[in-house]
DNA sequence: CATGGGATTGACT
DNA sequence: GTCAATCCCATGC
């Protein structure tokens, strides 16, 4: 996808990411979930502002922003809006549609383990890919980590909206964006009225 | 320099 | 349902 597709509102770009696949490590899955953050909103890592941390949140749109969390896990995220603003996509689960075998060695699961188990989760989707923290900054046009648009039959799927998943603040924001009825998602949608 | 908190996951009661 | 693993990095003394 070119810089334009994310230089646009973050909400815009979550949704339309929804179909978009994600290449890596000789693996490829079909994004199924993904959540918006912005550096208006307090559960942003950008809410901070500029540090060495939020470098690539605040750089030009378009590149991979991976950090680590819980110190154990990579999660992989898409910066978008123009350079200056602080705002991203987190990729949150794929539906696995290459290297199915390769996920599952890197996931340290047997080959017989069901598809829904090796992307279903932001942690689980990098494992699987092989994406680690020097991925960060990547150009997502370029790779290593490449997006890429919509295939046949991901071009006009139902969207499901909810709230964000494992943070603390800002926690009403409906920023979730879901397949819906995907089996490939990494926790239910909720409605969002439900509260 | 010390401390504390996670955009999670998997193992266990 | 509960809980620990583990490390980067922001913050505060």
């Not at 969390?69 to 123009?82: D, F, K, M, Q, R």
């Not at 069901?114 to 960060?136: F, M, V």
């Amino acid at each position: 996808m070119k810089p334009s597709f994310y230089e646009r509102p973050v909400l815009d770009v979550a949704r339309d990411l929804i179909g978009c696949a994600v290449r890596h490590g000789g693996c490829v899955g079909v994004i199924v979930e993904t959540e918006a953050y912005h550096d208006s909103e307090p559960a942003c890592h950008a809410f901070v502002g500029l540090t060495r941390r939020t470098e690539t949140l605040f750089g030009p749109p378009g590149r991979a922003y991976v950090y680590r969390s819980y110190g154990i896990h990579a999660l992989l995220n898409a910066v978008c809006e123009p350079a200056g603003v602080g705002a991203a996509v987190l990729i949150r689960a794929l539906e696995p549609v290459e290297g199915l075998e390769l996920m599952a060695a890197r996931r340290g699961l047997d080959g017989a383990a069901p598809a829904r188990a090796l992307c279903s989760g932001p942690g689980k989707l990098t494992q699987a890919l092989g994406i680690e923290l020097t991925e960060n900054g990547c150009d997502l046009a370029r790779g290593p980590v490449v997006i890429e648009p919509r295939a046949a039959g991901w071009g006009d799927v139902p969207v499901s909206v909810g709230r964000r998943i494992g943070i603390t603040k800002a926690v009403e924001l409906p920023w979730r964006f879901c397949v819906t009825g995907s089996r490939f998602i990494s926790a239910p949608v909720r409605a969002v009225e439900d509260r």
